[in-house]
Nanobody, 124 residues
Framework: EVQLVESGGGLVQAGGSLRLSCAAS????????IGWFRQAPGKEREGVSCISSSDGSTYYADSVKGRFTISSDNAKNTVYLQMNSLKPEDTAVYYC?????????????????WGQGTQVTVSS
């Protein structure tokens, strides 16, 4: 059974930092690209960052470039999202997703496998 479990969300003041974790199981971690997505109340889900399984390339939404860093620990089957200089507009539920297809995951923001989400709230 494929499982993606996010953790690390919480309440933080603007300018603060959080590190999200996505622990994966039930599939060949090395063969799947992993992405982070977020959805704020009343808004569509949007891609935040993604790491490619093929070569470790990383991708970021313009809104988070320079502030967020995605990384992967293949020994632990875990992907992290380090979020620095957080802003109130970063407030959302953050989800991780896994797909063997990078294009489907990062371009189409679609996947068969999603975690349950973790809430990030940034106060002003």
């Amino acid at each position: 059974e494929v499982q993606l479990v996010e953790s690390g969300g919480g309440l933080v003041q603007a300018g603060g930092s959080l590190r999200l974790s996505c622990a994966a199981s039930g599939f060949s971690f090395d063969d799947y690209s992993i992405g982070w997505f977020r959805q704020a109340p009343g808004k569509e889900r949007e891609g935040v960052s993604c790491i490619s399984s093929s070569d470790g390339s990383t991708y970021y939404a313009d809104s988070v470039k320079g502030r967020f860093t995605i990384s992967s620990d293949n020994a632990k089957n875990t992907v992290y999202l380090q979020m620095n200089s957080l802003k109130p507009e970063d407030t959302a539920v953050y989800y991780c997703a896994a797909s063997p297809g990078l294009i489907r995951l990062w371009v189409h923001w679609d996947s068969d496998y999603w975690g349950q989400g973790t809430q990030v709230t940034v106060s002003s």
